[in-house]
């Protein structure tokens, strides 16, 4: 069977070919090259794509066919960068994430101990909160820039609501955690020394071994003039945290979608 082409594979070959070339350029010198700023700033507009699964007790619940969670929604994020050393960075990110879903549902569905039944009108909405802290350490940087690795930790605020137009059920629920993130990432600068065109990736995730895995890839390109820089790029987050046993509760999501950024530095 042909594999569908998954961009956070894509993005972790990007990263291993940075590598050698960074290796093979500007890695010996001393200079910060066009890595020369103490602040950056960027904010991102990310049009963002929906899929996956709910289990809440009982059967699945698919986001597509039985929520009817709208695509192509607008996600905005931003994120401040620190670099306090030549090689060494502190990150912080944000993201709130919503989707929205309206649906009459063809079968019966559950969640959590609620069950709406069929011909019920099902109206669904979900916040997810997520904040990212973490220090990142280039052990290759020059001319064409830098690659390097990052360890972090993450917060996630979800919640949840379900209301049945047939039923009358209202059903809230908020699921808040925290967990460490490791990953790699890079930029790299086409013509060095210069900042006119760049191309930029980053992986990072956690794998919780038979209670899933949370993975998160970027990729772009763009560039800079003077200190003010735009990018247009792919994101995709893939989450899937369940319990183990008979009763398997737990979420498997997908978001992917373009984005399209704007830095700033000083």
């Not at 890595?35 to 904010?43: C, I």
């Amino acid at each position: 069977m042909k594999r569908a082409f998954n961009p956070v594979y894509a993005g972790v070959a990007l990263l291993l070919l940075s590598s050698q070339l960074f290796a093979g350029g500007g890695a010996a010198s001393s200079r910060e090259g066009p890595e020369d700023y103490r602040l950056e700033l960027s904010a991102s507009f990310w049009r963002m794509n929906t899929s996956g699964d709910i289990h809440a007790g009982g059967d699945a619940m698919n986001l597509v066919s039985d929520l009817g969670v709208a695509q192509r929604q607008r996600i905005y994020d931003g994120r401040l960068v620190l670099k306090f050393h030549r090689k060494q960075r502190f990150v912080l990110e944000g993201t709130p994430i919503s989707i929205h879903g309206l649906n009459t549902v063809n079968r019966t569905v559950t969640y959590f101990g609620d069950q709406f039944s069929v011909s019920d009108t099902l109206k669904s909405s979900a916040q997810m909160n997520y904040i990212y802290g973490g220090f990142h350490h280039d052990w290759v940087s020059g001319s064409m820039g830098r690659f390097g690795s990052s360890i972090g930790a993450a917060y996630l605020g979800l919640a949840g609501t379900f209301q049945g137009e047939k039923s009358g059920i209202n059903k809230a629920n908020s699921t808040p955690f925290g967990l460490p993130l490791a990953g790699l990432d890079f930029r790299l600068y086409l013509v060095p020394n210069k900042r006119w065109i760049a191309l930029e990736g980053a992986v990072r995730g956690l794998p919780v071994g038979n209670y899933g895995h949370w993975v998160e890839g970027t990729a772009g390109v763009g560039g800079w003039v003077g200190p003010v820089g735009v990018q247009v790029g792919y994101r995709e987050m893939l989450i899937d945290f369940h319990q183990t046993g008979i009763d398997p509760n737990g979420l498997n999501l997908r978001f992917q979608g373009p984005t399209a950024t704007a830095f700033w530095t000083w």
